[in-house]
């Protein structure tokens, strides 16, 4: 399991999407509006269906308002 930390400058819809490197949706951990301030969001390494995803690099893609975010992981099993 990782914890995302984040930081939003005002509180605004935000979604937060675990993408592999193919592009495709692995799993959405966040869509929703959000408070302003600090937050963080888990990912246990599960797609949308629960099932356990293969180690290798994702990456997770935060968007609020007009600002997107990515940040690379490694999940290694």
Do not use: C
């Amino acid at each position: 399991m990782t914890i995302l930390h984040f930081n939003l400058p005002a509180s605004q819809h935000a979604t937060l999407h675990v993408y592999d490197v193919q592009g495709r949706l692995v799993r959405t951990l966040i869509d929703e509006v959000r408070p302003a301030g600090a937050g963080e969001a888990r990912w246990d390494g599960l797609d949308q269906s629960g099932q356990g995803v293969a180690s290798g690099t994702y990456f997770a893609r935060l968007t609020s308002g007009a600002q997107t975010s990515v940040k690379t992981l490694t999940l290694v099993r």
